[in-house]
């Protein structure tokens, strides 16, 4: 009686065992990070990122995570997200343009101008590895987009947010942009954005 009660608990327990789903395993790839004037061990499992489901590759820096915060390369990220992005190498800022919203970031200040008004960053952008890395749910959720953080897979989804107008309420349309480039009389250029009230349907160049 005994040895049939012994061989139904380990039947059991063999049974519960093959139930559980064993859990996703990620392992750490051991990179040197440059930033900051120092060397850092960066020990972390590689993060996926997606929008809009498709998978984007970050050919020269992956994403990674500094105090608990994902950075990632300015513009293989956000230009996918229909964003402008410039970089101003000798003021070390990023200009990132989306519709209607314009921000300006600067590396390695917590600071970030936004539509005229002052915000502050968690983590500050980074020059990593010679590559310009900006914190991703700050600016993704700046520009109208939802950042959803999967902790066990360690995947990034970013989507579109849908707006929901109220019944009776007008339609808008997009602001639409163009780059314009204006030359003065020592043969320098700037980039300026002018913003129209309505999609533009046609225009001339001028020099």
């Known amino acids: 009686m005994r040895n049939f009660r012994r061989g139904a608990i380990l039947l059991t327990c063999i049974l519960s065992l093959q139930m559980i ?5 990620l392992y750490a790839n051991t990179m040197t990070l440059v930033y900051d004037g120092k060397q850092h061990i960066y020990r972390n499992p590689p993060i996926t990122l997606q929008i ?3 998978t984007i590759e970050t050919s020269v820096m992956p994403p990674i995570q500094i105090d608990d915060r994902t950075l990632v ?3 293989e990220v956000f230009e996918p997200m229909g964003a402008f992005v410039e970089w101003k190498a000798t003021e070390k800022k990023v200009f990132i343009n989306h519709g209607k919203t314009l921000m300006i970031l600067e590396v390695n ?3 970030v101008w936004v539509d005229g008004e002052t915000l502050q960053l968690d983590v500050p952008p980074k020059i ?4 310009v890395m900006l ?4 600016i993704g ?3 109208g987009f939802e950042v959803d953080w999967n902790n066990e897979t360690r995947n990034v989804n970013i ?4 707006k929901e107008l109220a019944p009776g309420s007008n339609i808008s349309f997009q602001t639409a942009v163009k780059d314009v480039t204006v030359r003065d009389l020592d043969i320098t250029s700037s980039l300026f954005t002018i913003y129209f009230e309505k999609p533009i349907q046609n225009y001339d160049t001028f020099e």
Do not use: C, M, S, Y
């Open 21 to 25: 789903k064993p859990a996703t395993t």
């Open 52 to 54: 809009e489901g498709e």
């Open 73 to 75: 390369p300015a513009r």
């Open 109 to 111: 200040n917590q600071d």
């Open 128 to 131: 990593i590895n010679d590559k």
């Open 135 to 138: 914190p991703l749910r700050f």
């Open 141 to 143: 959720e700046t520009l």
């Open 159 to 162: 989507k579109q947010k849908k």
